[in-house]
């Protein structure tokens, strides 16, 4: 059997985990939801600790990045823990997300020490 040449994947960005899609199909209320949750942590309000859970692939760490790109940019940081597994690499790529200097051969109280100031 004889394949074509041509690509079946036209455009590979969307199926990479830095792509945000535009909108968010079927997925408004959720994100009220988690907006309205994550300003009243910002604004000192009562604050209900809450994470989306649902099946895989539906749509929650687009939904989480959509929010703090939108609204808490500049005081945010996007960590992939299915790369940076240990607590040692996330509060490293935390600090390093807001701008601190990590070589990685730092204690943990260290780098809590740093993430507190």
């Excluded at 989306?52 to 959509?66: D, E, V, W």
């Amino acid at each position: 059997m004889e394949y074509d040449d041509e690509a079946i994947i036209f455009n590979e960005i969307p199926l990479t985990e830095v792509f945000i899609p535009a909108r968010l199909l079927r997925r408004e209320g959720r994100l009220k939801e988690l907006e309205r949750c994550l300003k009243a942590c910002f604004t000192q309000q009562a604050c209900r600790e809450r994470f989306p859970s649902r099946f895989t692939g539906t749509g929650r760490t687009t939904l989480a990045k959509r929010v703090l790109e939108s609204h808490f940019k500049d005081i945010s940081v996007y960590v992939n823990c299915w790369k940076y597994r240990s607590t040692h690499d996330v509060l490293s790529e935390i600090l390093r997300g807001l701008g601190f200097i990590v070589h990685g051969r730092e204690y943990m109280n260290e780098l809590i020490t740093r993430l507190e100031i």
